[in-house]
């Protein structure tokens, strides 16, 4: 049974800030008490690096860091513990199949095939990789309201020029979960290779990764109660071992020779050069234990539960716009009317309200919903119907003249 009070007590930024409403948990998630128990006892009893001590505490730890690869991939369900790959986040993983995609997997002539709605860490590296490939960006045409739409994406296919679809598993803005796995059977009949931005999706639904065969997945340990610094990309075990690293140095090569040969560590180990982010590894499995304990099922039931009610309740005002109105993802995106985003977002914080505002890293979304900046109000597991009530009413009486009073 979910309960969400209980959920709320394991979390000490609400114990601390009681009155808080924190509804900005799409940019960062709060931790819970085991999380950063977790990351203080590494600090405190086990401060020491990895793969390079002969002594206990490094043997110990070590193991932790090195058991942990199997505990994301059982979590994700990949197909072995090596086709998890630790990087610094969901930029870094993004970037490192963009690169290796730029040199490896495209030509010039190709399609990159992915949206303007996506985030800039899923767009930007591929605009490199199409810099370096002579390869073409192409947009999946959206309806005015984000909507993806499968028959669209098909018809991208027509002249078998796509190699690589990049796209998000949920979008960061609008908060729509993608078809993934029809996304993924598409590309895969065209001959095309599938990297998808899992970090606003990982945290909130159940994701199989060998159910959606998915060529790559990128996602962040931070937006999923987990430390930040950390993060995974999941890929084919073969695509993989196709692919070079980013970074060298310790850790990623076996041996190296004065005439500059380098034989690289097996893969995944070979991405991974120089002192990792130890504790935040150590802080990610727990982080994956605890959402485990209460059950992803549940856990996207009541992402599902909370967007739909607070969608409900902003339709019920008349001062405010909602631009994503299909949202299972505890996402709400919306704006007040006649109201400029960041200053009604001001006047939110006087009362102790933290949401988002802006364009939201995804620049080229304007294109498609012909707005510039909207509020951005995302949600996680220790969220309630009782704050959204509260933030409800604030909404409702909100007028231009609070929120110039709370700029000046």
């Given amino acids: 049974m979910f309960d969400v009070n209980k959920i709320r007590n394991d979390f000490p930024m609400i114990r601390n800030h009681p009155d808080l409403i924190y509804l900005d948990s799409g940019a960062t998630s709060f931790k819970p008490q085991c999380v950063i128990d977790e990351v203080v006892k590494y600090y405190e009893w086990e401060n020491a690096n990895i793969h390079r001590g002969d002594y206990d505490i490094s043997f110990r730890v070590s193991k ?28 870094s993983s993004l970037n490192t199949v963009a690169i290796n995609a730029g040199k490896k997997f495209l030509q010039k002539g190709d399609v990159i095939l992915t949206s303007q709605v996506e985030h800039a860490s899923d767009i930007l590296p591929w605009f490199k990789a199409a810099e370096a490939s002579g390869a073409e960006i192409r947009y999946i045409p959206f309806d005015e309201h984000a909507v993806f739409n499968l028959d669209e994406y098909e018809k991208c296919f027509s002249d078998n020029r796509v190699k690589i679809v990049a796209l998000p598993y949920v979008s960061n803005v609008m908060g729509y979960i993608y078809p993934v796995k029809e996304i993924v059977k598409i590309a895969h009949e065209h001959g095309a290779l599938v990297s998808i931005d899992g970090a606003q999706a990982v945290p909130h639904l159940k994701v199989d990764v060998s159910d959606l065969d998915v060529d790559f997945l ?76 209460i059950g992803m099922d549940e856990v996207m039931e009541y992402g599902i539960e909370l967007s739909d009610y607070f969608i409900e309740k902003l339709e019920q005002l008349d001062n405010v716009e909602v631009y994503n ?47 510039n900046e909207t509020i951005r109000a995302s949600m996680h597991i220790y969220n309630t119907k009782e704050e959204i009530d509260r933030f409800v009413d604030v909404i409702r009486d909100t007028t231009i003249e609070k929120c110039v009073d709370s700029v000046l």
């Fill in 64 to 91: 932790i860091y090195d058991d942990t690869r199997k505990t994301v991939a059982d979590f994700i369900g990949a197909e072995r513990p090596e086709c998890i790959v630790y990087t610094y986040g969901a930029t």
């Fill in 218 to 293: 990128s996602f962040s340990s931070h937006k999923m109660l987990g430390p930040a610094g950390i993060g995974i990309l999941y890929g084919k075990f073969d695509l993989l071992e196709q692919m070079d690293p980013i970074f060298y140095g310790g850790g990623s090569n076996a041996r190296f020779y004065e005439n500059g040969e380098i034989i690289l560590q097996k893969t995944p180990e070979k991405f991974e050069a120089g002192t990792p982010c130890i504790e935040g590894v150590l802080g990610l499995r727990k982080a994956i234990e605890y959402l485990e304990s």
């Fill in 325 to 371: 109105r299909g949202s299972k993802a505890g996402i709400v995106t919306f704006n007040l009317k006649g109201i400029f985003a960041q200053d009604a977002a001001s006047y939110f914080n006087r009362l102790g309200i933290s949401v988002r505002t802006g364009n939201h890293c995804a620049k080229l979304l304007h294109h498609v919903i012909h707005v």
